[in-house]
Nanobody, 127 residues
Framework: QVQLVESGGGLVQAGGSLRLSCAASGRTFSSGGVGWFRQAPGKEREFVAAIRWNGNNTYYADSVKGRFTISRDNAKNTVYLQMNSLKPEDTAVYYC????????????????????WGQGTQVTVSS
């Protein structure tokens, strides 16, 4: 059984920073990777960032490029999302998701590329 557990959310003022963590247990994602998505009230879940478990490939939504950084610690089976220069529009529940294997037919930015999901962590950015 795969478990993904997010942590690090909270309340921060605009311009501040937070670091989210996603700890994976049960199996690794050696042929796939981990993504971060977010969902604000009344909005659809949207892609934020993703990283392949092996190699240096990272992917970012345009809205977070230059502000967010995704990284991983393979030894700890943990993926991080460093969020800087936070804006009120970044307020959402953030979810991490794991893919054992990325398929060519499904882009890594699509939620359907991921089989395993965490419970989410709330990020609130005040203006």
């Amino acid at each position: 059984q795969v478990q993904l557990v997010e942590s690090g959310g909270g309340l921060v003022q605009a311009g501040g920073s937070l670091r989210l963590s996603c700890a994976a247990s049960g199996r690794t994602f050696s042929s796939g990777g981990v993504g971060w998505f977010r969902q604000a009230p009344g909005k659809e879940r949207e892609f934020v960032a993703a990283i392949r478990w092996n190699g240096n490939n990272t992917y970012y939504a345009d809205s977070v490029k230059g502000r967010f950084t995704i990284s991983r610690d393979n030894a700890k089976n943990t993926v991080y999302l460093q969020m800087n220069s936070l804006k009120p529009e970044d307020t959402a529940v953030y979810y991490c998701a794991g893919a054992v294997m990325f398929l060519r037919e499904i882009p890594v930015v699509h939620p359907g590329a991921y089989r395993y999901w965490g419970q989410g962590t709330q990020v609130t950015v005040s203006s």
